[in-house]
Every structure is written in structure tokens, then in C-alpha cells.
């Protein structure tokens, strides 16, 4: 239990940072060059990360599996990123994105670490304006605002709907800055397969060149991991095709605790399922349910004739709408937070009022927007989205509803990380959404990449200091040593056994099935029968896989399925745990909903007594259960209540 | 729906490619172009043939790792949308779809599909970025941006780097690249302050990565993605030419010290 220790700075919560800040060793100049870095990921958090470190002048290591560290999935994200500035003057402040990060999370966060990345928020956006991200500005020059889910007031800064883009191509500029002053080594098309260890510390990784096939070895002082999340262990989800948790993973089998695999979010604004063959699915941003309103018929025959096509929704008149959010959280409205929209949507279409084809989708609405905005602005300020949407449903949202459903989108869950970010292994951070750290059970919109950059820009350039400065004596590590031969020897074997096992079927035949368990069981609404079967499910398709894929091709060449083979044994390993942890927690709270313990109007019901604790688990071998460890939460600042949105 | 798809097989880098032909049937009209494509994949790992190898990654139009010559075209027939947001319906059924990798010099294939872009990397390695450090930078509101030029800098800012503009010129150049890359950051106060020596280092590593001169055939606008528009590049010519006199102007005023 000892090994659990958060190490959070003494003092008011507010405090703690600068405290720990003005307290923690530092790496004079001469000494940071020689110490050598890995940083594993280029997404927002990966990429800031390794900038930062570049530009402090330690030697960095970063690698991507992805072509260019541009295309990391942070890529991906639309609505925004919150900061506290309070510039549109509605009382905003640190304390209350803390609090309301903690309350959306739902109370299972870490208050100081919380508090810390509302404190640096605003540097974020400082920075990123001065990198030259062209954040959306009001006439007068000044940056504009808009409020997302969660929130009571505006604190979202945004790049239309491409926020993502425009803050992961500032990090990659600036990392690109890096890598041309030779600070930075950019590793690209590179999978990392294994952690290694030296006398129990983290030295290093082994990596497989996609290209080339060879398995190579890399040494550094310390390893970061900015991995990113594991949704694609439910194969559809808005996650990139590539995004795996294999370095997390490699990391949690050489003794780094994974905690809270359970906490998945489920984004409510996504574009429905079309197939069978459908590969992905593709987010709407949050920032929709700014002006869309969200509805269904309040009658069935309505609901019937929409689906055989004779009304249009259209024809729909007011009063036979039910505008489910509005009418059950009048407070927050469409505006609720992620897991509330997402239950709510599947209450609604599990009722039987589910529109589309299929009956698994809601609606969201412009017409009154585009009758109170004009056509004009909600083109200025979704036009894109439109079009994406348009393109992917080949039906004009200017025209018609838009029809949507929750999606996996994020997991909250990760690597277990202390104040400084490290793992229990010594010497191994994780940043990102690769840790658990900051969201609790349920993350707020814009928050992703607000953490992911602070984290890289202002909270590790700190933290790995304190830690590198015992380690100015120790010289470069030698990559022919036993230990990284033994795990480069265990990566080749592995990469053998899965090539050789002679099975039948594609990898992608046994992801689409462990999708689906996870889906079914381990998904929006989650009970102890259904766990225990997925459990079941889930050692029969591991055992099954292992005897069961063919890979094509040779282990020496570009080869994609070898990669997805790795992706997916892991995800499978990773499933089993997911499932385990959500029995455990016999609660509900944020977007982990047991249905056993809801209130009696639906609503997820935490209890406090039992279940505020951090759920880290320990590998302890394949065919063995993990130990669960508990971090227990303490909530200084925050009373914790029952989460209300009315 | 049912197509003949007529694809670059190529092993390795120096392996000498050849277009292959498949039949895959079953295709919903809703599917991707990808989705089809991993049915096709699907089947010939089910029959112990290799996969066809392409590039892919968010398959939602935004991080710009698709490529693919479809019908002779970047990023196939439909104009504004990648490749992963190309649907089936955009086809008729039973047609016959030529699928190529793209063809440049600087962007080498690695396998069938797949093509090296790391050229692009370099090009914002030499000087794609404005050159502050995290920490010790001004409250973000300092300096006011007028909301014209903020959105001129953003609609530049909208490229993807998918490589769709050097595939579709004559001469291969990376123009419109550079041209967003140089613009997006020039309109900004604040990118304007090493502007010119911006241009001037992105230019010049051209050359060497391969990237022919500008055809001035505005094949690349036509074809992008993004809708980035050409006149990004006479901004960046201007830039440069700029940067150019201002450079010999200098060099005047210091030799004649």
C-alpha cells in the first residue's frame, strides 16, 4: 500500500504548485545536456512535452507511429479548450474551473491536481497565442469566448471547429523548432512494443520500425509516456485507427498501475452508426449543443412514420417534441455534461422514440438557431461541421436535423500518476490521456486538451527536473546490456508467436467481436451479471485469438496487420480489466453507470463512503486477476454532493 | 454495389510496381472509401493474399494521413473532402476505380499505397513556426488581432499537410504548402516579427527535397482538400520577394559603412 503514495505538496490547495515549484531540485545547463529523454507520443500532450524539454535543453527522443507527428489523433479534437481568464467578465476564476472540473468528473479526481491545471490554464492559452494559433477573435481584436457543457460561464477559446488541429500544429511547430536545432530526435512510423527496466527504474523502450520491421532499442535517462487513450478497445469509437494502448500497456505489465480502466466516456454528439462495415465513427463537436436542440417525437406513431419515411421531422409540430435535456435538466439544458446527454439519449431510443433507420439516433436541431442567428453565423461558427456532416450522411443539417448518438470517445482512465506525473514505476511518467489523472469518472468538454498541454508545457518541464536532478551522475546507458537484450528478445518472440499461431481469421474478425462485448456489457449502462458473462467472453476470445489470427506477411516489412495483431492482444488484455474494475466499483458515478445504483429518476448514485478511492491495479501475470490498490480521495476544498444539473 | 478496382501493387521502395486488378461486391453506398477498401483487405487475408497497403489514420477528414490517386485524381472525384470522407455513393455501381499512390519525387513510395511525406516535416522544420519558448510570453490579449486578419490566418491555418497539392501539380512543387504555412503566419503580428527570414528558410530547403517550381496551373487549389487558396501563395511571392530587397537593401546600407 506504501507504493501508493500521490506525494501531494502540504498546504492550501491553491498554494501547493508555486510551494512545490519553488521547493523541487532543478538541472543547472550543462548538466541537462547530458541527460536524455524519451518521450513517447506527439499528440498535444507528447508534442508540448517534448518541445518544452527540447527547448530546456535536455537531449529528447519522441516517437509516433503516425507518418508526422502532425497527424497524432489530438488532431481530431473540435470544440475547444477552457482556460480561466474570465475575459467575457461572468465570473470565472481558478477555483471555479476546479470546481466544476471536479463536480463534472463527479468527484473521483484528485483535488490538487485538479486545482493545478486550472491554475495553469490560462498560461496555455498565452502561449498558444504567442506560437500563433489563430484562436476566433471578436472585432475588437480580442479573443472570443463560448460556453460548453458543464459550465456556467464562457471560458472556451476555440479555432473554429478545429481547435485540435491549431493547437497540436503550435505544439508541432514548436517540436519541429526542436528538431532542427537538434535538441529533439523525431522517430516517426515507430511502434513502441516494450518498457525497459534497469534496477527497477525506467531506462528505456523498444521499439519496431513499421517500415523496416526491425526491432530497435533506445536508452534515456527517463521515459514519458503520451500515449493517449485506449477507446478503440470497443473497435468503434471516434478514436484514430491507430490510437492503441500498447506502450500503456507494455508500462502496466513491467509494474506501472493502471487505474480506473473502467471510466470511458461516451460522447453524446455523435453521427450514428450506418453498418456492419462501418470502421470508425465521427464525432459532432460539443460545441453544437450550444445552438442545436436536442429531440425526439413524444409519440410513437410519429417515431414509426419517420422511419418508413412518410413525414419529414419537419412535419413534427412543437408540441409533439420532446425535448428530453430541456424538459429533465432545465438548469443546464442541452448544455449537461457528456455522460447526462449520452444516458439520456440511450433512455430515450431504449423507450423506443430513437429516430433513423435504425432507431438509434436522436436529434439535434438548428432551425431555431438559424431562425434566431441567421444562416450566416451558424455557418461562421459550424460551417465545417456541416459540411462534415454532410458529406458523411449525404443529408444538409441546414435543412434537416441532424441525427445523432453517443459514441466511446475518451477514457479518463489510464496510467496511475502521483503529483509529479510519475507512475509507480520510478522514472516513468505518463501525461495526457494516457493517465487518469485529472477527469475523475466523467471529463468535461474542452478539457482533454487543456490538460494535455499543460501537462506538457507547464507541469512536466517541473516535475521531471525534480527527479533528473538525482540523476546527473548517471552516464548514458549502453542498449547491448542484458536488460534491454532480454526485452528485445521477449518482443521478437512475442511478434513470432502471433505471426506463426497459424489461425484462420483476420484481426480485425476478433476486434469487431471484443467491440461488441465491450460495448454490450462494459458500455453506457453497465450490472454485475453482465460483467461477470463479458468476463467470460473476454478469456474464451483471448484464448481464441491466441490460436485463432492469421497474419499475413513477414515480421521484416511494412506490414499493418502485424501492427493491429499487437493492438488488439492488448486490447483484449485491457478489456478484461476494464470489466473487472467496473465490478468492483458497485457505484454508479459519471460515465461508469451501474445499473443497480441509480435514484429513483435515473441518475448515476455514487456512495461516498465506499467508493472515493482512485481503483489503481497491479499486474500480476496473464492468467492471474490484478491487485487492486486503493488511493483514497481526499476533498479538502469541495463538499461533495450529489451532482445536479436541474 | 459492386467495383473493379484497379490498384498500385508495389512491395518496397525499390520494388518495381504494377497495377493490379480486384472485384469486390457487397459494398453498402454509405460505406467509406476506406471501409471498402478494408473489405477488400478483409477478403484477401481470408484467401492468403497480402493486403493492399494505404495510408490512413483519424478517417475523418482532419489529420491528413490519407492519400491515393482515385480515377487519376487526389483524393478522388468529390470536391473539398479527403479520401476517408469519400463515400461510395459518390460512385456508380460496377464502375471500374484506378487507385494510385501519389506520384512525386520529393514523396517516395514505401509500399502500394503508402508514400514518404517526411519532406513536409522539414519544410516546417526550416522555419514553419514562430520562434518563442513555452513560458515568458504575454497575456494573450496584449496584443489585439484584427478579426479579418485572424480568420485570412485561419482559413490558411486549415491545411492538413496531406500532400494532395504537390500530387496534383505538374512539376510536383509544394507551393501552396509552403504558401499556407508562410501566410497563416505572416498575417499574424504575432508571426510577422521573423517573417522574412521565415520565407526565405522554408524556400530554400525546396530544392533538395525534391519539389519542382511552381506550374502556375492552380491544379493545387483545384485539389485541395482544404480549399486553401492560391492566393496564398502570391502572398507568400510577395514575402519573399520582400524579404529579398529588404536583404540587399541591408547588405547596401552595410557596405556602405
Request: a neutral charge; proline letters at 4%.
Amino acid at each position: 500500500m506504501t507504493r501508493l503514495n500521490a506525494r501531494i505538496p502540504e498546504g492550501p490547495v491553491a498554494s501547493k504548485w508555486t510551494a512545490y515549484k519553488s521547493a523541487s531540485r532543478l538541472v543547472n545547463p550543462n548538466n541537462k545536456r547530458k541527460l536524455d529523454i524519451i518521450v513517447v507520443g506527439t499528440g498535444l500532450a507528447g508534442a508540448s512535452a517534448a518541445a518544452s524539454l527540447g527547448e530546456l535543453g535536455y537531449r529528447v527522443k519522441v516517437f509516433c507511429y503516425q507518418d508526422s507527428p502532425r497527424r497524432a489523433h489530438s488532431i481530431a479534437a473540435q470544440g475547444g479548450i477552457n482556460a480561466a481568464k474570465n475575459y467575457p467578465n461572468d465570473g470565472d476564476s481558478a477555483y471555479r474551473l476546479f470546481y466544476d472540473t471536479i463536480k463534472g468528473g463527479d468527484y473521483r479526481a484528485r483535488e490538487a491536481n485538479v486545482y493545478r491545471l486550472a491554475e495553469v490554464s490560462n498560461q496555455i492559452i498565452d502561449l498558444c497565442v504567442a506560437q500563433g494559433v489563430p484562436f476566433a477573435r471578436e472585432y475588437g481584436g480580442l479573443l472570443a469566448n463560448r460556453s460548453f457543457g458543464g459550465a456556467q460561464v464562457s471560458r472556451t477559446f476555440y479555432a473554429r471547429g478545429q481547435t485540435g488541429q491549431q493547437l497540436l500544429l503550435g505544439a508541432y511547430s514548436a517540436l519541429s523548432r526542436q528538431i532542427a536545432l537538434g535538441n529533439v530526435t523525431l522517430f516517426n512510423r515507430r511502434d513502441v512494443l516494450d518498457t525497459v527496466l534497469v534496477e527497477g527504474r525506467a531506462r528505456g523502450i523498444i521499439t519496431r520500425n513499421l517500415v523496416t520491421g526491425e526491432i530497435e532499442r533506445h536508452a534515456a535517462h527517463a521515459v514519458v509516456l503520451a500515449s493517449g487513450g485506449y477507446g478503440n478497445v470497443f473497435f468503434l469509437s471516434t478514436n484514430a485507427m491507430g490510437s492503441n494502448v500498447t506502450p500503456a500497456w507494455s508500462a502496466y505489465k513491467k509494474g506501472a498501475m493502471f487505474a480506473n480502466p473502467s471510466f470511458t466516456q461516451i460522447h453524446p454528439t455523435c453521427i450514428p452508426v450506418h453498418g456492419d462495415t462501418q470502421s470508425k465513427l465521427t464525432l459532432m463537436s460539443e460545441s453544437l449543443r450550444n445552438d442545436g436542440r436536442i429531440w425526439v417525437p413524444k409519440k410513437v406513431k410519429d417515431v414509426e412514420k419517420l422511419r418508413n419515411q412518410s413525414i419529414k421531422p419537419a412535419d413534427i409540430p412543437e408540441e409533439d417534441r420532446d425535448y428530453y435535456l430541456e424538459r429533465r435538466y432545465p438548469a443546464f439544458g442541452n448544455l449537461v455534461p457528456r455522460d447526462v446527454a449520452s444516458r439520456a439519449a440511450k433512455e430515450r431510443c431504449d423507450a423506443g422514440f430513437g429516430v433513423g433507420r435504425t432507431g438509434v439516433a436522436v436529434f439535434l436541431d438548428f432551425a431555431d438557431a438559424i431562425k434566431r442567428k441567421g444562416h450566416d453565423t451558424i455557418d461562421a461558427l459550424y460551417g465545417n461541421l456541416f459540411q462534415m456532416y454532410e458529406q458523411i450522411v449525404a443529408e444538409n443539417p441546414y435543412e434537416t436535423p441532424m441525427m445523432i448518438y453517443p459514441a466511446v470517445h475518451y477514457t479518463m482512465g489510464g496510467l496511475w500518476v502521483d503529483y509529479e506525473l510519475m507512475t509507480t514505476i520510478q522514472g516513468l511518467f505518463a501525461i495526457g490521456e494516457c493517465n487518469f489523472s485529472d477527469h475523475g469518472a466523467n471529463r468535461l468538454g474542452a478539457s482533454a486538451l487543456m490538460q494535455g498541454l499543460a501537462d506538457g508545457y507547464f507541469v512536466l518541464p517541473y516535475t521531471i527536473g525534480n527527479y533528473l536532478a538525482a540523476e546527473i551522475h548517471t552516464p548514458r546507458f549502453d542498449t547491448s546490456s542484458s536488460e534491454f537484450t532480454i526485452a528485445a528478445q521477449a518482443v521478437t518472440d512475442r511478434l513470432q508467436q502471433i505471426k506463426n499461431c497459424g489461425g484462420k481469421e483476420s484481426v480485425d474478425h476478433f476486434h469487431r467481436r471484443l467491440g461488441k462485448i465491450m460495448w454490450e456489457y462494459c458500455g453506457m449502462a453497465r450490472n454485475d451479471a453482465g460483467l461477470t458473462e463479458a468476463l467470460y467472453q473476454l478469456t474464451e476470445l483471448r484464448h481464441e485469438y491466441a490460436r485463432g489470427v492469421r497474419i499475413p506477411g513477414g515480421l521484416d516489412e511494412y506490414n499493418p496487420e502485424l501492427e493491429k495483431a499487437c493492438r488488439v492482444a492488448d486490447f483484449i488484455e485491457l478489456g478484461e480489466l476494464m470489466v473487472r474494475d467496473a465490478q468492483q466499483r458497485a457505484e454508479s458515478c459519471g460515465g461508469h453507470f451501474r445499473e443497480e445504483h441509480q435514484t429513483s429518476e435515473g441518475e448515476a448514485l455514487r456512495n461516498d463512503d465506499k467508493f472515493a478511492f482512485v481503483a489503481a491495479w497491479e499486474y500480476k501475470g496473464r492468467e492471474v486477476s490484478a491487485t487492486l490498490h486503493r488511493e483514497e480521495l481526499q476533498f479538502n476544498e469541495i463538499k461533495l454532493s450529489q451532482r445536479s444539473y436541474k | 454495389m459492386k467495383f473493379t478496382l484497379k490498384i498500385w501493387r508495389q512491395k518496397n521502395a525499390t520494388a518495381k510496381g504494377e497495377m493490379i486488378s480486384y472485384d469486390v461486391a457487397g459494398i453498402s453506398p454509405d460505406s467509406s472509401f476506406f471501409e471498402m477498401l478494408d473489405t477488400l483487405n478483409q477478403n484477401l487475408v481470408m484467401t492468403g493474399g497480402e493486403p493492399v497497403a494505404f495510408d490512413h489514420d483519424c478517417r475523418e477528414g482532419i489529420c491528413g494521413t490519407c492519400s491515393l490517386y482515385i480515377n487519376g485524381r487526389p483524393h478522388g472525384p468529390v470536391k473539398g473532402v479527403t479520401t476517408c470522407q469519400l463515400h461510395m455513393r459518390s460512385f456508380v455501381d460496377g464502375d471500374t476505380i484506378h487507385i494510385e499512390p501519389w506520384r512525386a519525387k520529393a514523396f517516395p513510395v514505401i509500399r502500394d499505397l503508402v508514400v514518404d511525406r517526411s519532406a513536409f516535416d522539414k519544410i516546417i522544420q526550416a522555419g514553419g513556426y514562430v520562434s518563442v519558448n513555452t513560458g515568458g510570453v504575454p497575456d494573450a490579449n496584449t496584443i489585439p488581432v484584427p478579426k479579418e486578419k485572424s480568420e485570412a490566418a485561419m482559413d490558411a491555418a486549415a491545411c492538413i499537410g496531406c500532400g494532395a497539392c504537390v500530387a496534383a501539380c505538374s512539376n510536383a512543387a509544394a507551393m501552396l504548402f509552403i504558401g499556407a504555412k508562410v501566410s497563416h503566419l505572416a498575417l499574424l503580428p504575432q508571426g510577422k516579427v521573423e517573417a522574412a527570414m521565415r520565407v526565405q528558410k522554408m524556400v530554400a530547403c525546396l530544392d533538395e527535397l525534391g519539389f519542382g517550381l511552381c506550374s502556375n496551373t492552380y491544379a493545387c487549389e483545384a485539389e485541395c482538400p482544404k480549399g486553401i487558396s492560391v492566393a496564398n501563395i502570391a502572398r507568400m511571392n510577395r514575402q519573399f520577394i520582400g524579404a529579398k530587397l529588404f536583404s540587399e537593401k541591408e547588405k547596401t546600407v552595410r557596405d556602405s559603412l
